[in-house]
């Protein structure tokens, strides 16, 4: 498939994926002005390959956690995908309110980022301009088992991997394995909070 919208065009996911299972989305362009692949609340078994994302906000995870009663997302393979001058690469995100859903067994492999302001981003206090929608500022949702492995190219900012997880739910099982991003000439950096697992080369 190719999707194509303007690089400015605002809330053009390419592909939404939502209480759905068994879906494959292979072999496709997708440029658009917010996710090239977003995937909702009740998503499980989706597999995802071969895929050339830019311009774009990437492929996401969420938002999710915006009702307190959610279905979760689990199985979910997204492997041989490019990223071009996108927002983000692969990112999770979740609203910073209760919520029983959960995120796991997540699998992103073999991924290329050529120049992403965010190539590896959990985001667990999501609440874009309503804090009033997140008195608490605390994400219920459980994202645990999720592994990032061989992921490698340039990024548009020092920060390259930035895990930002829940304080009452830290995210568990993160695994991640022979990840090479560089940023200009500069040391890159990582940002992890309340993130556990393990980091190989």
């Given at each position: ?27 496709s362009q997708i440029g658009t ?114 592994t990032y492995q061989d992921i ?50």
């Open positions: 498939m190719k999707v194509l919208a303007q690089g400015n065009s605002k809330n053009t996911d390419g592909i939404h994926v939502k209480l759905s299972s068994g879906v494959s989305i292979v072999n002005g917010d996710d090239c692949v977003s995937i909702g609340p009740g998503t499980s078994n989706l597999w995802i390959e071969g895929i050339a994302c830019g311009p774009g906000h990437g492929i996401s995870i969420g938002s999710l956690g915006w009702k307190e009663q959610e279905l979760g997302v689990q199985n979910v393979t997204i492997k041989t995908v490019t990223f071009t001058g996108t927002t983000n690469g692969v990112r999770v995100k979740t609203w910073a309110r209760p919520s029983n859903g959960f995120v796991r067994n997540i699998l992103f492999q073999h991924i290329v980022m050529v120049n992403v302001q965010n190539p590896i981003i959990i985001d667990q206090n999501y609440c874009p301009n309503h804090e009033e929608s997140c008195p608490q500022q605390r994400s219920g949702i459980k994202i645990s088992e999720v490698h190219g340039t990024s548009a900012t020092k920060v390259t991997v930035k895990l930002d997880c829940s304080i009452t739910n830290p995210c568990s099982g993160l695994i991640l394995e022979d990840l090479n991003l560089s940023y200009q000439d500069q040391q890159t950096e990582a940002s992890c909070v309340n993130a556990r697992g393990r980091v190989s080369v």
